[in-house]
RNA sequence: GAAAUGCUAUAU
């Protein structure tokens, strides 16, 4: 057990290969890991260390005599759905049945949450109701999720009713079901809309996290309202919410495509200046911004900038 | 002692 909080801790930082070796070392010792330690890590190899290191534990795990229980499932189809690999996720599905293993409140998010990335709604929804049948009320994260997946296939006015069904179903929308509707209003070009909810949302007693300020400032970047969304990061800040590398990102971007470039150096500095790293992402729309300037030569310098320093944090 | 949902870039 002691081991197995170690290689949690080791795995949420993402340090897969130490982690592993934790649990070699607990074999050299003549300790079996059990099937919590095995499920930990390969939840930790899904998220940070690759899908085909999760199966290979699972294997392992298998081979040892450890039986995955749901939890080991629900983890292993979650990450073969974010690695993409469907049908692996559908394959394990199948055999966690077979198994006689009852898939719970969880296993299904993760399902259902897979069709909605494969932008497969009847799916989802087929799930949504089948789980209803067995006996499960959809808390918020279900909810949650089908409205994005909702929003995501450019059903907004579904997903608004399905906001509404929320609360009179007593499963309460989030900060969480409010920044997904915002993004979603956001990107279909109605700012409006999106305050409109962000209003809503503090009327609830909700407050808005960083995705929430990130999505609304993307909202006022998308409009070219670029002194707004500027003014916005300040007010997160003021809000004591800490503005993340995406904040800068989607900020940066926003002056880069309106050829603001010298904008744009300011809010590197001002990021760099909080300690934040600028990432590949903040790094392509700086170099596209230089091209569409028509600075070529600058989008080289930075290009080699990035190759540089990217490789040297690795 | 373990698992699920929302935000960012990619010219031609």
Redesign the pocket.
Known sequence: ?S???LI?ALCKTGEMQASRELLNEMMDRGLV?????Y??LI?GFC?KGGSLGALELFNEMVEKGRNP????Y??LI?GMY?ADKIEEAGRLFEEMLCKGLVP????Y??LI?GCV?AENMDEAFRLHDEMVKLGFVP????N??LI?GLC?CGRIPEAIELLKQMRSDGSLP???????LI?AYC?TGDLPGALKLWDEMWDNGLI?????Y??LI?GYCIQGRLKEAAKLLGEMVQNGIFP????Y??LI?GFC?AGEMQEVTNVLNEMMRRGLEP????Y??II?GH??AGNFLEALKIQKEMEEILSQSK
């Open positions: 057990a081991y197995t909080v949690n890991p059990d099937e919590v330690t499920t930990v939840d998220k229980n749901v939890m080991t629900t983890s979650d974010k719970n409140e969880l296993t998010s993760v949450n990335n808390n918020v994260v279900v949650n999720t994005n995501k989030d900060s969480v079901t409010y920044t997904t993004d990107k808005p996290d960083v995705v929430t990130n999505s993307h993340n590398v995406n904040t990102n989607i971007h495509k990432d590949h992402v903040t392509t729309a596209n091209r569409k």
